[in-house]
């Protein structure tokens, strides 16, 4: 299961330049207590995994060296909103905040999918053997907002969840206090189509520059089973708008959002990931750990209809980059949402090449960013942070590379025709929209 991917559907096919469609602030989702739209039921069973399956996965960062990131601020004080399949309740997560449901009648912390665990534990995990989540002290908000096996009561097909209830979870999460939003689900379709994702501008707009909160995005997968159809151009040098073939949401609201891609243990870029004008920074995205739903253990894959696969994909970088910034802003909150961004983005590992549509800035440098105008120097000796007791770590092996498809298939609003694109680059304080 690389990415939660929203099923499309789309508006009459458009000459006009790849742009997302000009924020309006009267559509912004009303705020409300989250609900389904309509009536749901599950249509299958939920997803298992079990804890210690295993493949060759390993954590993105090497505990040692998040112990000494540790000694400058481990996110306390933040919380950070995981927008996604739901967060199951761990004992690794003692500081799980139930935020809502937009699937079912619950209240966000069921997870049949295991996408929103995954992602939950990357970010805020509490350390134990050689793991650990990127922002231990920090708050999880779990809102769940799509699902793969549930659908619409009555119909034969398809999950829940669509744009429209995505702008609603990004306002509740806002308005909920969250100081970081991670949404690892996109919407992607021909650049030739559009989407009415007008709503969730409007709630990435109030969630940015009214409740200072920084968003951070999957960039999304290309290819496998529910990916993004199709790549972008992939030559560095200039964000081209005009070449893209692929369009993508919430990335494509560049202003508002800190896209994320994904690389390998090497710092080489994913063949899965999807390329765009929008890609700010990358982080690892290949055969990681995180927590398994089921249990209270770790697992390092996902079960697929082809069997067991490994945890890969952009939505397991931006959860990295999404627990990042949660440590620069418990360091630095003086700090706003947009100055956050620009800082991860400056401080990243820039390619020789320079700004590259499959990496943006480079790939995340969490020491850098964190430690950005201290003034001693970091001591390179980690300190001991108190975590659970041990636990069985997943079993090491050789297991092929497969790269797993969606997780959720959503269902979108019928779209608008997208209109002309008058767009200049974004300024170095990350400015409002210029469209």
Not at 149 to 161: D, L, N, P
Not at 253 to 280: E, I, K, N, Q
Not at 292 to 313: I, K
Request: charged share 15%.
């Amino acid at each position: 299961m690389a990415l939660t991917t929203l099923l499309l559907t789309i508006g009459p096919a458009s000459a006009a330049a790849v742009v997302p469609p000009p924020v309006d602030p009267t559509a912004l989702p009303v705020a409300a207590a989250p609900a389904p739209p309509a009536p749901t039921e599950r249509s299958a069973p939920c997803r298992s995994v079990d804890p210690g399956a295993g493949g060759a996965g390993r954590p993105q960062f090497p505990l040692a060296s998040l112990r000494t990131l540790w000694r400058l601020a481990d996110g306390a004080g933040q919380t950070v909103a995981v927008i996604d399949t739901g967060v199951a309740r761990h004992r690794l997560l003692p500081r799980l905040l139930a935020g809502g449901d937009y699937v079912s009648n619950g209240d966000g912390t069921e997870d049949c999918d295991a996408h929103g665990t995954f992602v939950a534990g990357i970010i805020g995990a509490a350390p134990a053997d050689d793991f650990a989540g990127i922002t231990p002290a920090a708050a999880i908000l779990t809102i769940r907002q799509s699902s793969a096996v549930f659908r619409r009561t009555g119909e034969a097909t398809g999950g829940v969840g669509d744009v429209r209830t995505l702008a609603a979870a990004v306002r509740t999460a806002a308005d909920a206090g969250a100081t970081v939003i991670n949404v690892s689900t996109v919407a992607c379709a021909s650049a030739d189509l559009s989407i009415a994702d007008e709503a969730l501008g409007a709630a990435l707009a109030y969630a940015v520059d009214v409740k200072n909160v920084v968003v951070v995005a999957a960039a999304g997968n290309t290819g496998g089973d529910g990916g993004c159809d199709g790549q972008n151009p992939t030559n560095g040098g200039t964000p081209d708008w005009d070449g893209v073939g692929v369009a993508a949401s919430p990335s494509w609201y560049d202003d508002y959002v800190l896209t994320v891609g994904s690389v390998d243990r090497d710092g080489r870029p994913s063949a899965f990931t999807l390329a765009g004008p929008w890609v700010d920074v990358a982080a690892p995205g290949e055969d990681v750990v995180s927590l398994a739903p089921d249990g209270d253990g770790l697992t390092d894959v996902v079960p697929g209809a082809s069997g067991e696969a490994p945890l890969s994909g952009t939505s397991y970088a931006a959860p990295v980059v999404a627990g990042v910034a949660a440590l620069v802003r418990s360091r630095s909150p003086e700090l706003t949402a947009r100055q956050v961004m620009q800082r991860i983005e400056d401080t990243a590992l820039r390619p020789s090449s320079g700004w590259n549509p499959l990496v943006g800035h480079g790939v995340v440098d969490a020491l850098a960013a964190v430690s950005a105008g201290s003034a001693p120097p970091v001591p390179a000796q980690p300190v001991a942070v108190a975590g659970p007791a041990a636990l069985p770590a997943p079993a090491t092996g050789t297991r092929g590379v497969a790269l797993a498809g969606a997780a959720v298939c959503i269902a979108v609003a019928a779209a608008a025709i997208l209109l002309p694109r008058n767009r200049s680059a974004r300024g170095s304080d990350r400015g409002v929209t210029r469209d």
